[in-house]
């Protein structure tokens, strides 16, 4: 296409288009489910982050979350943790050492950083009160002194810096990519996928992405609010 804008287009089509291979020994059943749990538990987690405040229709406030859960952060540590069913089972059903292996490195890796990040989140939810996200992101509207914003990135640095380096590794950025080092596992746990499969641990990968900055926004750096933009 032109200055290469079709590359994408070109990439999801050729996955779409490419053979379904499925090792002779594999777990076929499970095989086939695994790529559905990644994607899936990636795009639930995205339901409570809220993406503003609120709009009025027909006389009722409507909150800019899909799903308003009072228990925000506790679902979507929940949900991170079963993210790790699907990379574990995708490497053991797959019948492969290098996919097996790639799975309990990530099972292993997605475990003990759960850990961190649930206890870098501490703080914060000390100093809100609530678990719900978007009276979190009302609590950093204040000012600190009058002039700084009451970010929890200012409040909590050092939690800031633990969930920064935690959602690294759960999402398999370097350097803590081990699921997938090309160099000993040629690609980790999704080795044995292609066409469509592949596709969706590839989607999952980029989802996770998407929600774990959304997550540090929503925590750390004040949300939807924008610091003096009350006074424009």
């Given at each position: 296409?032109?200055?290469?804008?079709?590359?994408?287009?070109?990439?999801?089509?050729?996955?779409?288009?490419?053979?379904?291979?499925?090792?002779?020994?594999?777990?076929?059943?499970?095989?086939?489910?695994?790529?559905?749990?990644?994607?899936g538990?990636a795009?639930?987690?995205?339901?409570?982050?809220p993406?503003?405040?609120t709009?009025?229709?027909?006389?009722?406030?409507?909150?800019?979350?899909?799903?308003?859960?009072?228990?925000?952060i506790l679902?979507?540590?929940?949900?991170?943790?079963?993210?790790?069913y699907?990379?574990?089972?995708?490497?053991w059903?797959?019948?492969?050492?290098?996919s097996?292996?790639?799975?309990?490195?990530?099972?292993?890796q997605?475990i003990?950083?759960?850990?961190?990040?649930?206890?870098?989140i501490?703080?914060?939810?000390?100093?809100?009160?609530?678990?719900?996200?978007d009276?979190?992101?009302?609590?950093?509207?204040?000012?600190?002194?009058?002039?700084?914003?009451?970010?929890?990135?200012?409040?909590?640095?050092?939690?800031?810096?633990?969930?920064?380096?935690?959602?690294?590794?759960?999402?398999?950025?370097?350097?803590?990519?081990l699921?997938?080092a090309?160099?000993?596992?040629?690609?980790?746990?999704?080795?044995?996928?292609?066409?469509?499969k592949?596709?969706?641990?590839?989607?999952?990968e980029?989802?996770?992405?998407?929600?774990?900055?959304?997550?540090?926004?929503?925590l750390?750096?004040?949300?939807?609010?924008?610091?003096?933009?009350e006074?424009?």
């Open positions: 296409g032109p200055f290469g804008l079709l590359q994408t287009v070109a990439d999801v089509v050729k996955l779409l288009m490419k053979e379904d291979i499925v090792p002779t020994n594999a777990n076929k059943p499970i095989h086939d489910l695994t790529p559905i749990i990644s994607i538990v795009l639930s987690t995205f339901a409570v982050i993406f503003g405040d709009i009025e229709i027909g006389g009722q406030d409507i909150k800019l979350m899909i799903a308003d859960v009072n228990v925000g679902y979507i540590l929940a949900l991170t943790g079963m993210g790790v699907g990379v574990t089972l995708a490497g059903s797959s019948n492969s050492k290098y097996l292996l790639g799975g309990l490195r990530s099972s292993a997605l003990s950083y759960e850990l961190s990040m649930g206890l870098s501490i703080g914060i939810l000390m100093v809100a009160g609530t678990l719900q996200l009276d979190i992101v009302k609590e950093q509207a204040k000012y600190l002194g009058g002039w700084l914003p009451a970010w929890n990135v200012f409040l909590q640095p050092v939690g800031f810096v633990i969930f920064l380096v935690a959602s690294f590794a759960e999402t398999n950025r370097l350097p803590f990519d699921p997938e090309e160099p000993e596992l040629v690609g980790g746990y999704h080795t044995e996928y292609s066409g469509l592949f596709g969706l641990f590839f989607l999952a980029y989802t996770n992405m998407i929600v774990a900055s959304a997550v540090i926004t929503t750390f750096l004040g949300g939807w609010h924008l610091p003096r933009i006074n424009i």
